[in-house]
């Protein structure tokens, strides 16, 4: 059934844009098509940026992720979807987030976004709910947007290739692409958006996941099933670049350099980012145990190496979108499911990646097929597989250190390395199982507290008490689990994680190589300016609709010839021309930096105006910082009296190894706080965290609205500081 329908006149791609935005309300429903005004674009230029102003604008302080007026946004940039250059398929997914409860971004690849720039659209803003499963359809062909019934049956990985086969027409499968959201988004509150596409060359579809921070949940929460977009226009040149040569140029030379380095370097476009397995395997930062260790000697036998040998099919280019080499979208061919709902279906498995293999390490498991058939799973379930491997390795060590049973866990077992109950807990959480699969589902914030009203009951302790020794483990920030790397070794790693706004993950802030493996920021200052302008430039890619891997992961040889070979300046070059060439301008690369700053500071200020944003938000767990329990010490031990003695100068004679613990803790605590202080004062913060007046002048947001939101913040930090006075005043005089 058409629930609504509108004609429309398909806006034509004009240096980067269309300046439309395409409105879904679906409580209506209604769909609106509005002219995105020139202001917008230049203070917010897209991606992240109209996602922030379209949240910022339809939202409020009370708005929760399933409140009706909560925005679900996404938004390409001006260069996504350009052919000519490289890393060019990328979107992000903004919205209210189900884990943080304040703004949470995604980015994802594959051909959805460029389909809908090439349908006429800079950005989507879905709101409303409905109580009827929907789904949108933009159909560039027909010129036509409808809101109509969702496909039969629960279809997103699976069934995939039959809903583009009913959608294509005359056309070409590889023009037709949805994003949609399955039934473990529903359940639980770290839903990803899958992005799915049709692999010509495969011959199956493909997905690509908006992992973080709950942006399926949030599509489930609205009732709707996902959008469709199907548009057979050609693609080439249809950016409309002002400079076509210049892109062609620097899109050219940055491939020659993809061609030289990768072989040599990460190997990325054979064992797409599992070739980070060995590497981080290799430096102690591959979580193991719920972060408790960095390597572990089988982690051999899940190598990038083994992946690119006897997993991944290595016979065709696996670009995310036409005109990357790098080409690091593997995938499996034919893996037949042992578990779950799809026991005995051969199915193609895209990755795994990183990320997802590591949270398999994570819980002691070093096993391929457990990798293959959890990535499978998620997917297809739509979880985000590091929040759902991040709490299920925090719900193991409770186990573990028994603050939760087998009573609480409807019988079953969390033992490290047991890939079947392991499994058999994943399909129980997509379910939404009553009791302690559910609880699992709203992730490791609601699980500290799930477990600690057990444990305090079952074991006569405070509540308190329980809470606090959880807390040293419980691997989260702002409410969103830490991605996957041991940060206890890097500092600058530390603080990318603590400091980034949405919560721990590397997307903003990608240190731990740069700083533990090529020691390149080796001061203070070098690890706060380097807090200061990665989490920058980072943003810029996601707010113009670029992959970051190949400035980050390929290094231009020319870079060791520049005072920060880290920045990749030579490379950098190449996005410049990629902007000017398209835009017609004359940009720098600090004008580049200052509208990220802009997009960065509004996100700043809606955390603020939601409540967060100060600085005990930017509070990381212990286990983060250093060893939480002996044993963990003892593994490293050597390794740590030198970090105390020789680095930190502390007097280590005749302390016990308790004390060396406890000490070592206090270190890295306090070097955490001294690094907070320095990075505020660079980023234009006070000491609580909360920006300047002056900040805010300079970029703009010396408005009354902001203001007010900035002197709700202050206020609060007051009341707070003087409730914690009067709290310890209270408590001296009883003493
Ligand atoms: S580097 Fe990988 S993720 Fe990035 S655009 Fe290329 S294929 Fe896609």
Known sequence: MKYAAVSYRRAVLEKGYTDRLLKIDLSTPAITIEEIPEQTKSDYVGGRGYCLKLVYDGTNAATRYDSPENVLALSGGPFCGETSFVGTGKFIAGTISPLTNTFCDSNVGGHFFPLVKL????????????????????????????????????????????????????????????????????????????????????????????????????????????????????????????????????????????????PQAMRLNNQGTTSLIDMMNDNELLPVRNFQFGSNERAKAVSGNVFEKEVFTQNMPDGCYPGCNLSCTKGCESYVLKTGPFAGTQVGVDGPEYETAATATNLGIFDIDYMLEYSWYCDQYSLDTISAGVTMSFAYEAFERMLLTEKDTNGLKLCWGDARSALELLHRVAAGAPGFPKALGYGVRYMKQWIADRAALRLGRSRESILQELSQFAMETKGLEFSMYITRESLAQQGGYGFALKGPQHDESWLIAIDQLRKELPTFEDKAEALMWFPLFRTWFNIVGLCKLPWIDVRNPKAKDTPFPAKNLPTVDYYLDLVNGTLGTEKTLDDLLLESERCYMLQKLINLRQGFGTRPDDAIPLRAMAPVFIHEYLSRKNYYDTCLGDAAGVALDGATNEKRLVLLQEYRKSQYEKLTEVVYQEKGYDRHGIPTDEKLKRLGFDKPEFMEIVRAARKRVNERAAAAEHAAQETCAVN
């Not at 988004?185 to 770290?190: L, V």
């Open 119 to 262: 349908s006429g659209f800079d950005a989507i803003a879905v709101t409303g709910k409905t109580d009827k499963k929907l789904m949108v359809v933009i159909d560039a062909d027909a010129q036509e947007i409808s809101i109509i019934d969702a496909p039969d049956g629960d279809v997103t990985i699976h069934g995939a290739e039959g809903l583009i086969e009913q959608w294509k027409g005359d056309g070409k499968a590889a023009n037709v692409a949805f994003v949609t959201a399955g039934i473990g988004a529903h359940n639980t509150w770290f839903g990803c958006l899958n992005s799915v596409y049709y692999d010509s060359r495969r011959k199956r579809c493909r997905s690509k996941q908006a992992g973080r921070g709950g942006t399926g949940t949030v599509l489930t929460a609205k009732g709707m099933w996902g959008i469709l977009v199907k548009c057979n226009i050609s693609r080439g040149h249809a950016n409309h670049p002002a400079d076509h040569e210049k892109i062609y140029e620097a899109g050219h030379k940055l491939r020659d350099i993809i061609r030289e380095v990768d």
